[in-house]
């Protein structure tokens, strides 16, 4: 295998192109996306900000005149304001930080949204109190509604729903507890749930650090661009075999496993070289790891490795799909795994803005497995937290590496 591996290191090294920029580029993208985007991943919480606009067209001192007349004189109950709840929230202390609010007319919000002035109108419709009064005091009806409208769905948007809808849930359930229980269980429910309302902030667990944008991106870039090395190995793979120097090569007797393997050593020490660059100069240059211990160190170096070998493994079933099918089938199926790999993987785009689900199906991609794990090490620094997603890693290279030598074409076949 020796000889395969010296033949497939020659070729990567004397594409200096190539070579250029699996080694530069990342260190690029690392320096504008950690300076562009400063404090995207340690505070997450500035991609909510929004300016939103309020449209009032409801009189609620007619609809409590109203509702007093149908109750009498005296009720017996107190007042919960939906209108004065709703503008509550918005104006808190921790939703002022997310969403800048301003009450406009229905005309200026609409002419404001086309203009993308603001993210979003809610609208309070006309009959919005009386509606509520009637469900809350008396239980009939349907209630009332708040409406929100935007350009499009955005995260911002979503969030601003979510608030919305807790504050209708938290007085449809007061209400219920005042129908059920009266005023003093009602008065005890809302004492709760106004403790349990904070919305936002920063909570920090002990002993866990903060993971900073720099740190993220350079993971994360390091990571995909390893990846990418798995299809630049097939590529290669693609101009051999038009010049069929498998052939040439199964004519001095050597077995065909043995250049599958040179693919797959070569691109392994490749990413190696890559990760140690990419890595330890971005940190060397942008002091992206301070005061990190040996032991930090070493972590981060078994989950590279385990990564390599899986990058490794991606190359020699690449290279069996040259030899199976088109060049151009090959390739472009081995773009697209990469593509959707790195997309669900949090390579493309940080975790946590991805649905839940997707961000389950990434942690089943082995760049999406080392980057949650490389994340979590970054944060806690556990020896537990590696042993599983170390054997996940090497179970993924044990299979792809063995779907390569079974779809790779015997003696005879090639």
């Known amino acids: 295998m020796i000889p395969f591996l010296k033949k497939d290191l020659l070729v990567f090294w004397r594409d200096k192109k190539a070579l250029a920029v699996s080694l530069v580029m990342p260190l690029i993208l690392i320096a504008v996306l950690g300076f562009a985007l400063p404090g995207w991943i340690e505070n997450p919480a500035k991609l909510l900000e929004m ?81 509520a009064f009637h469900k809350m005091l008396l239980n009939e009806g349907d209630g009332a509604e708040v409406q929100v409208t935007a350009r499009e769905a955005s995260l911002q948007v979503d969030v601003l729903k979510e608030w919305i809808t807790g504050l209708m849930h938290s007085m449809n359930f007061h209400a219920a507890l005042q129908h059920a229980g009266g005023q003093e269980v009602a008065a005890a429910a809302a004492v709760v749930l106004a403790e349990g309302d904070a919305l936002g902030g920063r909570e920090i667990i002990p002993g866990a650090e903060t993971v900073t944008s720099f740190q993220y991106f350079a993971l994360a870039v390091s990571i995909v661009f390893a990846l990418l090395l798995s299809t630049t190995s097939s590529t290669k793979a693609s101009a051999e075999k038009r010049e069929q120097t498998l052939q040439r090569i199964l004519l001095t007797g050597s077995h065909p496993m043995k250049y599958l393997s040179g693919k ?117 620094e556990t020896n537990a937290s590696l042993t599983l997603p170390l054997i996940k890693l090497g179970t993924f290279a044990l299979a792809a590496a063995g779907l390569a030598i079974w779809l790779f074409p015997r003696r005879g076949r090639i």
């Open 51 to 131: 300016k939103v606009a309020l449209v009032n067209l409801d009189d609620e001192a007619a609809a409590v005149q109203q509702i007093q007349s149908e109750l009498g004189s005296d009720p017996g109950t107190e007042w919960m304001s939906p209108i004065q709840a709703l503008t509550g929230l918005l104006q808190s202390e921790e939703v002022r930080s997310f969403v800048h609010l301003q009450e406009l007319s229905s005309e200026e919000a609409r002419r404001q949204l086309e203009e993308e002035q603001i993210e979003a109108i809610i609208t309070i419709p006309d009959g919005f109190s009386l509606g």
């Open 264 to 380: 797959m050593s070569s691109t392994f020490c490749f990413s190696m070289l890559q990760f140690a660059v990419v890595i330890l100069v971005s940190h060397l240059a942008l002091g992206i790891f301070p005061g990190r211990s040996l032991h930090f160190w070493l972590g981060m170096f078994c989950v590279l490795v385990f990564l390599s070998l899986c990058v490794g493994a991606l190359a020699a079933l690449f290279t069996a799909l040259v030899f199976r099918l088109e060049d151009s089938v090959a390739s472009g199926l081995s773009f697209l795994v990469i593509l959707i790999a790195g997309t669900i993987g949090g390579s493309f785009a940080p975790i946590y803005v991805l649905p839940g689900w997707l961000k389950a199906a990434g942690e089943w991609t082995p760049n999406g497995l080392s980057l949650a794990v490389l994340l979590d090490w970054l944060q806690t």
